[in-house]
């Protein structure tokens, strides 16, 4: 294989891991010139195996892979969910997917951290779905397009996509309010919110939330276990935007509102898929209190989490907690409690540890800052994640 091979094959490897070069850049230590450069097959001849093995070690493939003389296939990517999202003519047959069946297997694998996987079959489900509703305004059609809509929204958030993610819950939203019933509206409400604030708009996913409570606050309240759980994400997601613009008041108030909200649904309750309940609300009041800076508090509000509860949570909400109070221990300067959290967060779900950009900023902190008396174990989370120094 030579140079433009190689370059090409990685930049292939990576597009299918749904990693931008930056990502690949930040995972090498290198800069984002250097990645360009590689792809482009104008940096070096004979790439050093000590380098391959770098970029296998970055990409999360076997060394096989990387030096194979024909490349696999490409799984969809990132920029294939975009492309489905934006396309002026849907081009997948309706009548070959089972979308209920197929959506559903998405927000589970979703839930399970398997977030390659749903990137992999959204292209498919939105240009299927697309093509279902295809400008009938019929609603179910409009209300299954929105179910995956949000799908997208949040697990291209979750990989680093905000921009995408942004589009894909903006999309939610307008074919949920074109179908009607707030349930429907409130859910994709929460993923545009999560997706806004992501890509640097909390003021405009604090206006998607404050738009949902006024305009169906009540109605939503009124409709049992999914109206309850759709306006408690909302409050939630509300929390997380204002978090993002320091404002500390906004975020209190709708956590306590989230707080209300949960005392309506069981302890374990997952209407929709929502994840909402009382376990989930202590979730987002840690994080919140560590987005504001409030890292003792934040600590502290963690010891608060029912242990059988939260091991009945889904391994996302898991490992997302985990690594969120990791974030806080490191800031509040207990990197033995840091680097705990990350190690029990590696045992539940060791890949998306090693790639998430959330949980690599964790490790690369611990790095450059004060470190953990188990030095040693730190050094190999790194080195698993393709850190070390």
């Not at 010139?33 to 391959?52: C, I, N």
Request: proline fraction near 4%; aromatic fraction near 4%.
């Amino acid at each position: 294989m030579d140079d433009l091979d190689i370059g090409q094959h990685v930049k292939r490897l990576r597009r299918a891991r749904g990693l931008t070069q930056q990502q690949l850049a930040d995972r090498l230590g290198k800069s984002l010139v250097w990645v360009k450069t590689f792809e482009g097959g104008r940096l070096q001849s004979d790439p050093r195996l000590s380098l391959l093995k770098e970029l296998a070690d970055a990409l999360q493939v076997p060394m096989s892979t990387l030096m194979a003389d024909s490349a696999p296939d490409a799984a969809p990517t990132a920029e294939d969910v975009r492309a489905a999202l934006l396309s002026p003519t849907p081009t997948v047959d309706p009548g070959e997917v089972d979308l209920l069946r197929e959506t559903a297997y998405g927000y589970y694998a979703f839930q399970a951290g398997r977030w390659e996987n749903v990137i992999a079959m959204l292209p498919r489900l939105i240009g299927a779905a697309r093509a279902a509703e295809n400008g009938t305004g019929d609603p179910p059609a409009l209300h299954q397009l929105a179910d995956i809509c949000h799908l997208a929204a949040v697990t291209l958030t979750k990989v680093g996509d905000a921009g995408g993610g942004w589009a894909a819950g903006h999309e939610a939203v307008k074919r949920a309010e074109a179908a009607g019933g707030a349930v429907e509206v409130a859910l994709a409400a929460q993923s545009a919110i999560y997706a806004a604030t992501a890509a640097g708009l909390p003021d405009v996913g604090l206006g998607i939330a404050r738009r949902v409570i006024d305009d169906s606050g009540t109605e939503l309240s009124g409709l049992g276990g999914d109206g309850v759980s759709g306006l408690g994400m909302v409050y939630l997601k509300a929390a997380y935007a204002a978090a993002a613009q320091a404002d500390a008041d906004t975020a209190t108030a709708m956590i306590q509102e989230g707080y209300r909200a949960a005392a309506d649904v069981a302890p374990d309750a997952d209407h929709r898929l929502s994840g909402f309940n009382i376990t989930n609300v202590r979730i987002y009041e840690a994080s919140i209190l560590g987005d504001l800076g409030l890292y003792e508090q934040a600590l502290d509000a963690a010891t608060r989490i029912d242990p059988n509860a939260f091991a009945g949570l889904s391994r996302e909400r898991r490992v997302h907690h985990l690594v969120d109070t990791a974030r806080s221990a490191q800031k509040a300067g207990r990197p033995d409690g840091a680097l705990r959290l990350l190690l029990q967060a590696e045992r539940d779900d060791p890949q998306n540890i090693r790639t998430w950009g959330m949980s690599r900023a964790v490790i690369t902190a611990l790095l450059g800052g004060r470190q953990p008396t188990d030095g040693r174990g730190l050094r190999a989370l790194a080195t698993r994640a393709g850190l070390a120094q």
